[in-house]
Structure formats: structure tokens, C-alpha cells
């Protein structure tokens, strides 16, 4: 195993609910509740589940801009960013000001390439912006030269420095936001579904470039997706999640086609099956629908919809245990499961 670059310990995030004439606190939604993974260096993790799961929001919390975007959230446990000599350091609880300085160490592709990019500047000036906050050592013309540079390590023309982005196509304009983001020379750079608004073959194309890249930069991505069978193709590893935790964890092999958690077993089985010739593939149904954030179940999150829940799952919220695949599931009762 490498040396770890991010630990994320025991992750909560609580957003308020306001309501009444004086809109006062009335409730709260429990969007990621006591997620626990890490990331090595140069590797890609998986972050899947169903919409609403809490994905997005632990992306956000890494980076530590929750609490600037949502005015009330609470964040607790810890993102402790492992520097390369060794430094340990708490992004979850810095300051603005502090946390300037790890800004150029992870950075992030957003979903949506046509809201991501300031339509009143140019491509030149998207790109070169990162540089000149992070890096105001560099000439101006040790900053074009730059900007030139990653225009072609995505794939870009370098006459395109002096469009706009309504100029773009929406593969193009992520290629932008990707050539934005590797600006600083990043460690880390969080994938929030960077191709979910992208047709198939320039999904492809996207990906394939993002792989080119890390083995060139050797940088490590947490690549946010719903789509399975985009992160098995470019995860090292997989962590599957359900309403705020997570289910299971291990390597994309064992995820994708031996997956232990009833949850992962369903996500699992519903993936299409492009070839006709096989009908024999299972399908695990689930009953009933995702409950409501706002009035979590208590114990384990999944027991409402869960085959093989028990009473006692109402008590204790299951911790992630090693299992004989190797893979890490949070269910003591895996083995009963043989569906």
C-alpha cells in the first residue's frame, strides 16, 4: 500500500432547516453521517450511490467550502491531508484564510461544465486564474506559457485561449475545467461526476484523458458518479454509499463483481446487460422507497429496505468490518445474504 494522502475520519455533515414566519431552525438533514475511507497517492476512488446519498456533499466537505456555500452547516470529524514529508493537517476545521494554503493541493471538477466556467472570461483567463492566486511568484509570461501547455495536455488548440466559453461544446468546456483544475499541480483532485452531462462518446474521450493524465502527473482522484460502469473502468478501489454511509468498500473487482452488501448486490444487479445472449443474471429487487433524510432510521440507514435486517439492526449503526473477499461492509450479517 502507498503512503495515504487523505484520511477521512468518521465525516458528518449536517445541513438546517428553517422554517415559520421567523424562519428559525425546525429540523435537519443528516447528508453524510460518519463516512470513513482514505486515499493513497496516485490512486482513483470510486464514490457511487444513488442521487441524494450524500456523494456531492462529502466531495464539498473535502475541500472545506461547505461552510462558505451553506450558511448553518455543521461539519464534524476529521480530513486529515497527509503532506509529503510526513505533516498531518485537519482541513475540516481551518479557516478561510488557512486554508488558502492547501487550495493548490486539491482541487475539483464540477458536474455541470456549463455553470462551472465564468462565461465573462476567457479561456486564457479561466485557466490562468488559479496560477495567479497560488502562485503569484510566476511572470506573466511564465502564465501564458502555462496556459498554453495544459490547453494541450487536455487536447485543446492553443488559439482557443481567447474564446469565451459559450464558444465550447460541453466535452470541450470540461476539458477547460480540467485543465483549470491541474493548473497548481494538485495531489488530489475531486471528480464531482465530471461526464454525467456528457453524451457517451465524449464521455469516453473525457475519462480516457483524465486516465492519461494521472499516469502522467501521478496525481490521485476521488471520481463521484452514479454511473457504475464509468468508475469500475477508472477506480482503483470503489466505496459504495447509502443514505449518508457508507455501505462497503474494496478494490473494483471485488465491488463490481463480488460485491458482499445487500445494497451493493442490488446497485449491482441492476446495471444493464448489454449482451442478449445472457438471461440468467440476477436481480435483487429492493421494497419499498429511500427514506427521507430528514427522518433517518434509527440504527442501520438500509434495515427499511434491507432483506436480511433484524431487529437489533435498529439499535446499532453497523462500523465497516473486513470480510473474506477482503472488502470492508458495514452489516455483521452479510453471510447470510445468498442471493
Not at 427521507?292 to 434509527?298: D, E, I, M, R, V
Amino acid at each position: 500500500m502507498s503512503q495515504p494522502l487523505l484520511e477521512v475520519k468518521n465525516l458528518r455533515v449536517k445541513f438546517p432547516v428553517h422554517g415559520g414566519v421567523l424562519q428559525r431552525k425546525i429540523a435537519e438533514v443528516k447528508a453524510v453521517d460518519g463516512v470513513s475511507f482514505t486515499i493513497e497517492r496516485g490512486e482513483t476512488l470510486g464514490l457511487v450511490g444513488e442521487s441524494g446519498c450524500g456523494k456531492t456533499t462529502v466531495g464539498r466537505a473535502l475541500i472545506n467550502i461547505l461552510k462558505h456555500v451553506s450558511p448553518g452547516v455543521e461539519l464534524d470529524g476529521e480530513v486529515i491531508y497527509v503532506g509529503k514529508n510526513g505533516t498531518r493537517t485537519d482541513l475540516l476545521h481551518l479557516s478561510k484564510r488557512d486554508m488558502i494554503a492547501f487550495r493548490s493541493k486539491i482541487q475539483m471538477i464540477f458536474q455541470d461544465p456549463y455553470s462551472s466556467l465564468n462565461a465573462r472570461l476567457s479561456v486564457k483567463q479561466i485557466i490562468a486564474e488559479p496560477l495567479e492566486i497560488h502562485m503569484p511568484e510566476m511572470s506573466k509570461q511564465q502564465v501564458d506559457e502555462k496556459v498554453m501547455w495544459l490547453l494541450e495536455r487536455v487536447g485543446l488548440q492553443p488559439e482557443y485561449a481567447g474564446r469565451y466559453p459559450h464558444e465550447f461544446s460541453g466535452g470541450q468546456r470540461q476539458r477547460i475545467g480540467i485543465a483549470r483544475a491541474l493548473a497548481t499541480n494538485p495531489d488530489l483532485i475531486i471528480c464531482d461526476e465530471p461526464v454525467s452531462a456528457l453524451d457517451v462518446s465524449v464521455q469516453a474521450q473525457v475519462i480516457n484523458l483524465m486516465e492519461d493524465l494521472q499516469k502522467e502527473f501521478g496525481m490521485s482522484y476521488l471520481f463521484i458518479a452514479h454511473d457504475l460502469s464509468v468508475v469500475y473502468h477508472i477506480s482503483k478501489r470503489i466505496a459504495v454509499m447509502y443514505l449518508g454511509n457508507v455501505a462497503e468498500i474494496g478494490t473494483a473487482n471485488q465491488v463490481y463483481f463480488d460485491p458482499v452488501h445487500p445494497y451493493s448486490k442490488a446497485l449491482i444487479s441492476a446495471i444493464p446487460e448489454p449482451d442478449p445472449t445472457r438471461k440468467n443474471k440476477e436481480r435483487v429487487v429492493l421494497q419499498g422507497d429511500i427514506p427521507t433524510p430528514l427522518n433517518k432510521p434509527s440504527g442501520c440507514g438500509f434495515r427499511t429496505r434491507c432483506p436480511i435486517a433484524r431487529p437489533e439492526c435498529a439499535v446499532n449503526v453497523p462500523e465497516l468490518q473486513t470480510k473474506s473477499n477482503g472488502a470492508q461492509v458495514a452489516c455483521p450479517y452479510v453471510e447470510s445474504f445468498t442471493s
